[in-house]
């Protein structure tokens, strides 16, 4: 199958090419500069110059392609309302262009704020904004013959390379002297893989159903707390608790984050596409080899 990859440079769309190539797919890139293409094309995928707001770009790519996986997302957590809006249009304007076609696009959501106070699981429906309203356009193309599937991202999608949550905790808990977590750092994370999220997307592609919804979650909830000692170790720093209210100076925009809870289910996903995430764990991963002078800061 030739497939069409958005946000083919990105942390978690690098892992998914190489697992599509692995398994003798051919991938047609999405590179937004000629950096990005040179990237691309040092790693055997075939560069397709274009970005999010180009939406013509975007249709030709799925177009020349037997199938899609949309893992682009302009990651500016200060603009993400806007951000949310560019995708939430660039997907509506790439299944429009393949409705009738049978063809499988598989786009990239999270598992933030779907269930209060349990693990999140495949059933749960965000609300109709940010990155929920995407979730509905892509579920919705399902009935006007596109296989679509959605690949739901835990917050710490951890392993080498990573320049997401984690990273940036490191990077506060660097520059404040203190690993902290937010109140009594009980609300819990999921955590998993990002080779294991890679091997999910393939299998969504290859044998999802139509309209599914799919968690790559390894850990299904970490408690904050806990996380803040494995950095506070890795670190070498004490780890202290942050009320809410110092919390948005303590973390900036990262604290709204953490402080929530964000646990999440995968058993139906493994029982459907006979997925199972492996080790090593959050916990462990932070503390192994893969973050040793791990940092946020230089993320393309």
Not at 199 to 208: C, F, T
Request: charged share 20%.
């Amino acid at each position: 199958m030739r497939v069409f990859l958005t946000g083919a440079t990105g942390y978690v769309a690098t892992a998914v090419a190489a697992e599509l190539k692995g398994a003798g797919h051919t991938v047609l890139g999405l590179a937004r500069n000629d950096e990005g293409a040179a990237g691309l094309e040092a790693r055997g995928v075939e560069p397709h110059r274009g970005e999010l707001a180009d939406h013509a770009s975007l249709i030709a790519g799925a177009a020349a392609c037997d199938g899609v996986i949309h893992c682009a997302f302009i990651h500016d957590f200060s603009r993400f309302v806007e951000n949310a809006e560019i995708e939430r249009v660039a997907v509506e304007a790439m299944l429009a262009s393949l409705e009738g076609s049978n063809k499988p696009f598989i786009a990239t959501s999270g598992v933030a704020m779907l269930a209060e106070g349990r693990a999140a699981t495949e059933q749960d429906r965000p609300g109709a904004f940010g990155r929920g309203a995407t979730e509905a356009v892509v579920r919705g193309a399902a009935d006007r013959g596109v296989r679509t599937g959605i690949v739901r991202l835990p917050p710490s999608t951890h392993g080498q390379g990573d320049r997401g949550f984690t990273p940036h905790l490191i990077d506060i808990a660097r520059e404040k002297g203190v690993s902290a977590y937010v109140g009594e750092g009980a609300n819990r994370w999921a955590g998993g893989r990002r080779a294991d999220a890679a091997r999910l997307y393939r299998l969504a592609l290859e044998k999802g159903a139509a309209g599914a919804v799919y968690h790559a979650i390894g850990d299904e909830g970490v408690p904050t707390r806990d996380i803040a000692a494995a950095i506070g170790r890795r670190v070498g720093v004490p780890v202290v608790s942050k009320s809410p209210e110092e919390a948005a100076d303590h973390f900036g925009w990262i604290g709204m984050f953490f402080g929530l809870e964000m646990s999440a289910s995968s058993t139906w996903t493994q029982e459907a596409l006979g997925w199972r995430p492996t080790p090593p764990g959050l916990l462990a991963d932070i503390e192994g080899p893969n973050y040793e002078g791990s940092s946020s800061k230089y993320a393309a």
